[in-house]
């Protein structure tokens, strides 16, 4: 199953380029250079699959462990700015704001679970 880059990188239900507050999304998670080398590191392994499969397969362990960490990170990273927008806020923050927190969980954790 190939992974479509394209439709993960587009917000839920949004159309693309649409102007919103909110924190960002898993299309923001990787800076594309971190992302364009474990896709080398991936091509590569299909690359050498025919001569050294024991090698390929190695390659791309290696690129999904790193891509798992990264993963890792960049989601710890987001839930700390998400819980920074609102845990720290007075009792009487407006509940528009609240909300808005709320949502960027959501479509967080729906962007999460489509991966």
């Given amino acids: 199953m190939m992974y479509d880059q394209t439709r993960a990188q587009q917000p839920s239900g949004k159309a693309p380029g649409r102007d919103e507050r909110r924190a960002p999304g898993p299309d923001a998670l990787f800076p594309a ?6 896709l080398q590191r991936l091509g590569q392994a299909v690359n ?3 001569d050294t499969p024991r090698e390929a397969l190695e390659k791309a362990e290696g690129a999904f462990d790193e891509a798992a960490a990264l993963l890792v990170e960049a ?23 609240l909300r808005l927190a709320l949502r960027q969980y959501r479509e967080v954790t729906q962007r999460m679970l489509r991966l």
Wanted: aromatic share 6%; charged share 40%.
């Fill in 33 to 38: 250079s971190d992302r364009d080398k474990i």
């Fill in 48 to 50: 050498i699959f025919a």
């Fill in 75 to 97: 989601l710890a990273e987001q839930r700390r700015l998400l819980r920074e927008g609102w845990q720290d806020q007075d009792p009487e923050t407006q509940s528009t704001e």
